[in-house]
């Protein structure tokens, strides 16, 4: 029986899934258009024939996409999908799920597109994990929001405060994020008491950005993302000015 | 007689050289035991391993190390699914839900510290089988692939892309379809290969490059894992003390033939292109069962059962390495991300590939199999142990490693959106049931398909018969449309029809 119903929410979901997708393939073919086809003539040059054109293959992708979504709206129609997602909400979504999924999206777009550029490595991974680890252990929707508004408050004012790259060297954001680390952990110390777990966290939420940063900055030498971080410019200061000589005199 | 011997030195003085370097040992262990960890914590996978070390090994160490890392942790992560399989019922990857069926129920009757014994041995003779397989067959098809002009390879990448789509399929076979079909439109974005043509770029100087394979990868198979994996859950009850973990010879020697079976299926399903361990695991169980004096015990604890299982998808490693190293096609998935780590070397798998580096891969595929199964028989204990962190612990590990591997390969922040950006499409595509692997598998091949597909043309002056005027690309087309035809209602009534009319 329940198979049966979660094939009738599969179906439903398929059934606007088809519709995005015949949407998409249709808007990339009118993309496809501006690419010459059939020897297109640029500034007095003639480009190629239709069958070495840059857009050949690209039409026949985005003409197959929209075919075989028509046969999935077909085949949803058919099943029942197209009934169920119109005359209900139908796509089998509850609130917790429903605002997990918002709450970890807003956690992970604030970290990769707002933090990340912005703040030391070290302390956005450190808030990551701590909000993260605090926020979806126990399936409580109250962490699930205090967890995500917190990351939200430090994406929205690094974004805002310093949106272009020039000023993305800027420490304000580094110390703000910093601030709102440390009070999550004490948070989270605080309810620690019953459940042992949280107790681990902030020796995780340190360690394991330090070792993965240094370890790629130094042990492979590659790049990581803002190396004038607030942390992590003095690691690199004293890695290469007192360490190293060490064993490279 | 003569290429034999030759093959067999080539092989012996490439694993000399591996041996007596110190660095091999350092490599191999931590990717061994980083892979048999990824692939016991349920919520990680073996193509997560293989891609999360790609950022990490992939352009930053000389190839040789970066594919003992790679396929350390490739050989390790699939081996390591079956701890949760046996323990906790619940399979560490894919590739191990077959070993779930029998490797449970025999934990649960004290019997699974034999059963790992028995996991381990199996993979260790499996992996190794694959590996001969690898070491004959992929000489054999370069030779032939020496004919493959481009007609064939345009044929082939889209055969690959399509049996990828329908085999992979857990709902309708056009899902997969439609998820290579979106591959293939997102390997178009950027330059084109011909003409330098720009497509899709919206203005965007990054998006001219394309999209770079390592943060496409990250994005389609860590981001969703973690979406879908930060949720709480109750942890599996684990089976209390599984007991001493040593390989049973007896049992070993009696199932002898189920296991040289189970490995040449194996090895079998991963040379087709774009099909998993998992799919390997549950057509060896299903032959097994099928062909067994024992089939009625299948499912209920036996251990022929869980040996049919876990030979094969070890054996699918080597079977998933020869069309990626000869066609530069990916088998399975993790090779897939194996093959992005080729890239990111200026390495390009396919028949002009340096004989060296295959002979390297053989080698290292079987000390990383001796590896793994000196750490499966002495510190299973360590990864028994490790089963038991829970995944709202070390997901959020698994994103830091994620950004930070994704943002070093390219060097820049729009290589984590792009990650971004491909995960949370990439968790929908999941959460409809539309297999991943072939989309990744069409943004891989997108490029090698239109640049051969597009050349045949401009060879012939826009003539289609090409296509069919070549014995291979015919077949190759027959192989495509059949494939196609075979998935039509009326098609597959009428064989149905076909098939009563004997009986």
């Given at each position: 029986m329940?198979?049966?119903?979660?094939?009738?929410v599969?179906?439903?979901?398929?059934?606007?899934?088809?519709?995005?997708?015949?949407?998409?393939?249709?808007?990339?073919?009118?993309?496809?258009?501006?690419?010459?086809?059939?020897?297109?003539?640029?500034?007095?040059?003639?480009?190629?024939?239709?069958?070495?054109?840059?857009?050949?293959?690209?039409?026949?992708?985005?003409?197959?996409?929209?075919?075989?979504?028509?046969?999935?709206?077909?085949?949803?129609?058919?099943?029942?999908?197209?009934?169920?997602?119109?005359?209900?909400?139908?796509?089998?979504?509850?609130?917790?799920?429903?605002?997990?999924?918002?709450?970890?999206?807003?956690?992970?777009?604030?970290?990769?597109?707002?933090?990340?550029?912005?703040?030391?490595?070290?302390?956005?991974?450190?808030?990551l994990?701590?909000?993260?680890?605090?926020?979806?252990?126990?399936?409580?929707?109250a962490?699930?929001?205090?967890?995500?508004g917190?990351?939200?408050?430090?994406?929205?004012?690094?974004?805002?405060?310093?949106?272009?790259?020039?000023e993305?060297?800027?420490h304000?954001?580094?110390?703000?994020v910093?601030?709102?680390?440390?009070?999550?952990?004490?948070?989270?110390?605080?309810?620690?008491?019953?459940?042992?777990?949280?107790?681990?966290?902030?020796?995780?939420?340190?360690?394991?950005?330090?070792?993965?940063?240094?370890a790629?900055?130094?042990?492979?030498?590659?790049?990581?993302?803002?190396?004038?971080?607030?942390?992590?410019?003095?690691?690199?200061?004293?890695?290469?000015?007192?360490?190293?000589?060490?064993?490279?005199? | 007689?003569?290429?034999?011997?030759?093959?067999?030195?080539?092989?012996?003085?490439?694993?000399?050289?591996?041996?007596?370097?110190?660095?091999?040992?350092?490599?191999?262990?931590?990717?061994?035991?980083?892979?048999i960890?990824?692939?016991?914590?349920?919520?990680?996978?073996?193509?997560?391993?293989v891609?999360?070390?790609?950022?990490?090994?992939?352009?930053?160490?000389?190839?040789?190390?970066?594919?003992?890392?790679?396929?350390?942790?490739?050989?390790?992560?699939?081996y390591?699914?079956?701890?949760?399989?046996?323990?906790?019922?619940?399979?560490?990857?894919?590739?191990?839900a077959?070993?779930?069926?029998?490797?449970?129920p025999?934990?649960k009757?004290?019997?699974?510290?034999?059963?790992?014994?028995?996991?381990?041995?199996?993979?260790?003779?499996?992996?190794?089988?694959?590996?001969?397989?690898?070491?004959?067959?992929?000489?054999?098809?370069?030779?032939?692939?020496?004919?493959?002009?481009?007609?064939?390879?345009?044929?082939?990448?889209?055969?690959?892309?399509?049996?990828?789509?329908?085999?992979?399929?857990?709902?309708?076979?056009?899902?997969?379809?439609?998820?290579?079909?979106?591959?293939?439109?997102?390997?178009?974005?950027?330059?084109?290969?011909?003409?330098?043509?720009?497509?899709?770029?919206?203005?965007?100087?990054?998006?001219?490059?394309?999209?770079?394979?390592?943060?496409?990868?990250?994005?389609?198979?860590?981001?969703?894992?973690?979406?879908?994996?930060?949720?709480?859950?109750?942890?599996?009850?684990?089976?209390?003390?599984?007991?001493?973990?040593?390989?049973?010879?007896?049992?070993?020697?009696?199932?002898?033939?189920?296991?040289?079976?189970?490995?040449?299926?194996?090895?079998?399903?991963?040379?087709?292109?774009?099909?998993?361990?998992?799919?390997?695991?549950?057509?060896?169980?299903?032959?097994?069962?099928?062909?067994?004096?024992e089939?009625?015990?299948?499912?209920?604890?036996?251990?022929?059962?869980?040996?049919?299982?876990?030979?094969?998808?070890?054996?699918?490693?080597?079977?998933?390495?020869?069309?990626?190293?000869?066609?530069?096609?990916?088998?399975?998935?993790?090779?897939?991300?194996?093959m992005?780590?080729?890239?990111?070397?200026?390495?390009?798998?396919?028949?002009t590939?340096?004989?060296?580096?295959?002979?390297?891969?053989?080698?290292?595929?079987?000390?990383?199999?001796?590896?793994?199964f000196?750490?499966?028989?002495?510190?299973?204990?360590?990864?028994?142990?490790?089963?038991?962190?829970?995944?709202?612990?070390?997901?959020?590990?698994?994103?830091v490693?994620?950004?930070?591997?994704?943002?070093?390969?390219?060097?820049?922040?729009?290589?984590?959106?792009?990650?971004?950006g491909?995960?949370?499409?990439?968790?929908?595509?999941?959460?409809?049931?539309?297999?991943?692997?072939?989309?990744?598998?069409?943004?891989?091949?997108?490029?090698?398909?239109?640049?051969?597909?597009?050349?045949?043309?401009?060879?012939?002056?826009?003539?289609?018969?090409?296509?069919?005027?070549?014995?291979?690309?015919?077949?190759?087309?027959?192989?495509?449309?059949?494939?196609?035809?075979?998935?039509?209602?009326?098609?597959?009534?009428?064989?149905?029809?076909?098939?009563?009319?004997?009986?």
């Open positions: 329940e198979d049966i119903e979660d094939k009738a599969l179906r439903a979901r398929d059934f606007w899934a088809a519709i995005v997708l015949m949407a998409v393939s249709l808007f990339f073919l009118w993309k496809t258009s501006e690419i010459p086809l059939f020897g297109g003539n640029r500034a007095g040059v003639s480009s190629a024939a239709w069958y070495n054109s840059a857009a050949i293959v690209p039409l026949g992708i985005f003409i197959a996409l929209f075919v075989l979504s028509v046969v999935l709206l077909v085949i949803t129609i058919r099943e029942g999908g197209a009934q169920r997602a119109l005359t209900s909400v139908g796509i089998g979504w509850d609130r917790v799920e429903a605002l997990r999924f918002v709450t970890l999206a807003v956690i992970l777009f604030s970290y990769i597109a707002c933090l990340v550029p912005r703040v030391d490595f070290i302390i956005s991974s450190g808030l994990i701590t909000a993260m680890i605090y926020g979806y252990r126990g399936g409580d929707t962490r699930m929001k205090l967890a995500a917190i990351l939200f408050v430090a994406g929205l004012y690094a974004l805002i405060r310093h949106l272009p790259q020039a993305w060297a800027a304000d954001d580094d110390w703000l910093l601030a709102l680390w440390l009070a999550l952990t004490i948070w989270v110390l605080v309810q620690a008491r019953a459940d042992r777990v949280l107790r681990f966290v902030p020796v995780i939420a340190v360690v394991a950005p330090i070792i993965l940063v240094t790629m900055a130094f042990g492979f030498r590659q790049n990581i993302p803002n190396r004038g971080g607030l942390l992590f410019e003095h690691i690199q200061y004293h890695y290469y000015v007192t360490l190293r000589p060490l064993w490279r005199d | 007689m003569e290429f034999v011997f030759s093959q067999l030195a080539g092989f012996g003085e490439a694993f000399v050289a591996l041996v007596i370097d110190p660095l091999t040992y350092v490599y191999l262990i931590v990717s061994v035991f980083l892979g960890t990824f692939g016991a914590l349920p919520g990680l996978t073996a193509t997560l391993a891609t999360i070390l790609t950022g990490f090994f992939g352009n930053k160490i000389p190839l040789d190390y970066s594919l003992i890392a790679l396929l350390g942790a490739y050989v390790g992560a699939i390591g699914g079956s701890y949760p399989s046996i323990l906790l019922n619940i399979p560490g990857t894919a590739a191990s077959a070993t779930a069926m029998d490797g449970h025999l934990a009757a004290g019997r699974g510290g034999e059963a790992l014994g028995l996991t381990t041995t199996a993979s260790f003779i499996g992996t190794l089988i694959g590996t001969v397989a690898l070491l004959i067959f992929v000489w054999v098809l370069l030779l032939i692939s020496q004919n493959i002009a481009s007609p064939e390879k345009a044929l082939l990448a889209l055969f690959g892309i399509l049996l990828s789509g329908t085999l992979m399929s857990e709902d309708l076979v056009i899902k997969g379809w439609i998820a290579g079909l979106i591959g293939l439109a997102m390997a178009m974005v950027g330059l084109d290969p011909l003409l330098s043509e720009p497509r899709y770029t919206f203005g965007w100087s990054y998006m001219l490059s394309g999209f770079q394979v390592v943060p496409v990868l990250m994005g389609a198979f860590a981001v969703p894992q973690i979406i879908d994996g930060m949720r709480h859950m109750e942890a599996g009850k684990l089976v209390a003390n599984p007991g001493r973990i040593l390989p049973n010879m007896a049992s070993i020697r009696r199932y002898l033939p189920t296991i040289s079976r189970s490995g040449v299926i194996g090895t079998g399903v991963g040379a087709l292109p774009g099909v998993g361990e998992d799919v390997a695991g549950w057509v060896s169980y299903g032959v097994g069962k099928s062909v067994s004096k089939g009625h015990k299948f499912g209920k604890g036996s251990i022929e059962g869980l040996l049919s299982s876990e030979t094969a998808n070890n054996a699918c490693i080597g079977g998933a390495l020869i069309p990626l190293l000869v066609l530069g096609i990916p088998g399975s998935p993790p090779a897939a991300a194996l992005g780590a080729f890239k990111i070397n200026n390495v390009i798998p396919g028949p590939i340096d004989p060296a580096i295959i002979l390297r891969v053989v080698a290292i595929m079987v000390l990383a199999s001796f590896t793994m000196i750490m499966g028989l002495f510190t299973a204990r360590v990864f028994i142990k490790i089963l038991r962190i829970p995944q709202t612990v070390f997901l959020p590990i698994v994103m490693l994620t950004a930070i591997g994704s943002f070093s390969v390219g060097g820049g922040i729009n290589d984590l959106y792009l990650m971004l491909v995960g949370i499409v990439a968790y929908f595509l999941n959460l409809l049931k539309y297999p991943i692997a072939p989309l990744v598998i069409g943004v891989i091949l997108g490029g090698l398909f239109d640049e051969t597909f597009r050349r045949s043309l401009l060879i012939s002056q826009g003539d289609l018969m090409v296509f069919v005027s070549r014995p291979g690309a015919a077949i190759l087309l027959l192989l495509n449309v059949s494939l196609i035809l075979s998935q039509f209602p009326a098609v597959q009534r009428g064989f149905r029809r076909l098939r009563r009319k004997p009986a």
